[in-house]
């Protein structure tokens, strides 16, 4: 029987993160690091990655990681969704990682990457537009010379994986002939950029369909897990909702004490608690490799992002005027929300492929 509590060790880990974040993250800070040109904090990374050994938990111990699982890795992000911080965790930590070790490790110079990675020494990034679903075909580049726009943290990376027909490239973003320049994104915390290549070079890691396996591969663990941020992301929108409405008064009583406002809190909890079973399952079939996993992951996906959503647009309205500012978070939380929705394919496409692993009739 599939066990979904958290471990001690998960818990463990949520206590260091979150610790870490209330230290180092304030809603001041963010709100003028993801208006800058520079939103992520590399000292904030360094402890993350190095000093709690965040960026290493999906390499093996050999290759200098913490051998962990994806359960481990899931309990970071929803920490990460909790704070919504800019950090390249999903893309590096997460689906940069899962498509090395979907190579040969054996290889010189995966091997040597994966180190790098895992040590937090550097950020590597699958260069496929955000919205890439795990099952959906890829366009791919005929060699080192094109176009890849909407790739999520290409800004913060030192070395872009990039699937071609030739093969799985590892690239580093400051050889001749690559250019990233950053887009206007919707989600100000984790920024979208451009990759253009002009007859670049790099290093050819694998063949053609070794390559697409593992893309494949690290695609569908980035869903599975980011069902976990979006959990962290209604989470925080919800207690924080019901804090607000517990201390804000009007006709001399706190707001939370209405009967309407109960029921639909009431009802996002509700939603909460689903979306909490959905991506701990998610999570856990990556770890145990279960042969259900991309059921698991489309169930995931198909319900978290929408309850991320709902989150965050009843956080906006049930903090009335404030929650409407600049100055609160809640848009930040509204636009990642909003973001995560249609990341690594839309709740849409994720019933899509639901259907067709039950034998169902599409949905409309």
Not at 76 to 81: A, P, T
Not at 317 to 337: D, F, N, S, V
């Given at each position: 029987m599939t066990d979904l509590l958290y471990s001690e060790t998960e818990d463990d880990l949520r206590s260091a993160v979150r610790s870490l974040l209330a230290d180092r993250v304030d809603t001041p800070g963010l709100l003028v690091a993801v208006e800058s040109d520079t939103p992520y904090d590399p000292q904030l990374w360094a402890s993350l990655a190095a000093d709690i050994g965040a960026a290493g938990l999906l390499v093996p111990e050999k290759l200098g990681g913490q051998g962990a699982s994806h359960r481990e890795a899931a309990v970071?992000?929803?920490?990460?969704?909790r704070s919504v911080v800019p950090a390249p965790y999903l893309t590096g930590a997460v689906m940069a990682t899962e498509v090395l070790l979907g190579l040969d490790t054996g290889s010189a110079p995966v091997a040597e990457l994966l180190t790098r990675l895992a040590s937090g020494e550097g950020v590597a990034v699958l260069t496929l537009p955000l919205t890439a679903a795990p099952g959906a075909a890829q366009t791919l580049l005929p060699g080192l010379t094109g176009a890849v726009t909407g790739v999520a943290d290409a800004i913060a990376a030192q070395v872009l994986l990039?699937?071609?027909?030739?093969?799985l490239y590892a690239v580093d973003t400051q050889a001749p002939g690559v250019t990233v320049e950053p887009l206007v994104a919707l989600d100000l915390t984790r920024p979208l950029a451009?990759?253009?290549?002009?007859r670049a070079r790099g290093n050819l890691l694998a063949d053609p369909d070794t390559s697409l396996a593992a893309v494949r591969r690290g695609l569908l663990a980035g869903a599975g897990l980011l069902a976990s941020e979006q959990l962290g992301l209604a989470e925080w929108c919800l207690e924080e909702t019901v804090r607000y409405t517990r201390e804000r008064h009007q006709f001399n009583r706190a707001v939370g004490g209405f009967q309407a406002l109960k029921h639909r809190m009431a009802q996002l909890w509700l939603e909460v608690v689903s979306a909490r079973a959905a991506a701990r399952n998610a999570a856990d079939a990556l770890a145990t490799g279960s042969p259900e996993t991309e059921l698991a992951v489309a169930v995931?996906?198909?319900y978290c992002g929408r309850v991320a959503v709902h989150a965050a647009e009843?956080?906006?309205?049930?903090?009335?005027?404030?929650?409407?500012?600049?100055?609160?978070?809640?848009?930040?939380?509204?636009?990642?929300?909003?973001?995560?929705?249609v990341a690594l394919g839309?709740?849409?496409?994720?019933?899509?492929?639901?259907?067709?692993?039950?034998?169902?009739p599409?949905?409309?």
């Open positions: 970071v992000l929803e920490e990460l969704g990039v699937p071609t027909q030739e093969g451009a990759v253009t290549f002009d995931a996906q198909a009843e956080c906006v309205q049930l903090h009335g005027g404030i929650g409407m500012t600049w100055e609160h978070p809640a848009h930040l939380y509204l636009k990642r929300a909003k973001s995560d929705a839309s709740p849409g496409a994720h019933r899509t492929e639901l259907a067709s692993l039950v034998d169902l599409a949905p409309r």
